[in-house]
């Protein structure tokens, strides 16, 4: 019996059990209109926060904390320094469900994500290869960019 048939199946007898799929971490999610790269589920298997599939490159950081409050539907913002610490974490799992969709891998490279977490007047935090530190808010570059999260 071919796989497809084999989980059709048996979505079919979870279905009809009262059962549903949760979400694990670096699912892909499309439902209502929202999709995204799963970053947090509830206990249930429910999502609480979505990653972009999209992002934008060669930003500062106030651009950056535009474009994403203007994501999509505007529920949307860049990440807190917390929040791209898990990104950062699960980048690898994360990219997995990227590449069978064909999207923009994330963290790829030699790149930097903004956060919206502030770590003086004139630096913004920002995750890059090294790890999360303190950057010019006025950085850009096309190694400079932006998702965004939103908390579901």
């Known amino acids: 019996m071919s796989k497809r048939i084999l989980y059709t199946i048996l979505g079919f007898a979870l279905t009809l059990g009262g059962c549903s799929r949760g979400y694990e971490l670096?699912?892909?999610y499309h439902s209502g209109g929202e999709k995204g790269i799963v970053l947090a589920v509830d206990d249930e298997g429910k999502v609480t926060m979505l990653m972009s599939v999209d992002e934008a490159l060669n930003l500062d950081s106030d651009s950056a904390m535009k474009w994403a409050s203007n994501y999509a539907d505007?529920?949307?913002?860049?990440?807190?320094?917390?929040?791209?610490?898990?990104?950062?974490?699960?980048?690898?799992?994360?990219?997995?469900?990227?590449?069978?969709?064909?999207?923009?891998?994330?963290?790829?490279?030699?790149?930097?994500?903004?956060?919206?977490?502030?770590?003086?007047?004139?630096?913004?935090?920002?995750?890059?290869?090294?790890?999360?530190?303190?950057?010019?808010?006025?950085?850009?570059?096309?190694?400079?960019?932006?998702?965004?999260?939103?908390?579901?």
């Not at 807190?80 to 069978?100: A, D």
């Open 74 to 152: 505007g529920s949307w913002h860049l990440p807190s320094k917390e929040e791209m610490t898990v990104i950062k974490k699960y980048k690898s799992l994360m990219n997995i469900t990227i590449g069978h969709k064909k999207l923009q891998p994330v963290m790829a490279g030699h790149t930097f994500y903004w956060t919206s977490t502030p770590c003086s007047e004139s630096h913004t935090f920002a995750c890059g290869p090294d790890g999360i530190r303190c950057y010019f808010n006025t950085n850009t570059s096309p190694f400079y960019r932006a998702r965004a999260v939103k908390t579901l």
């Open 26 to 28: 670096g699912d892909y």
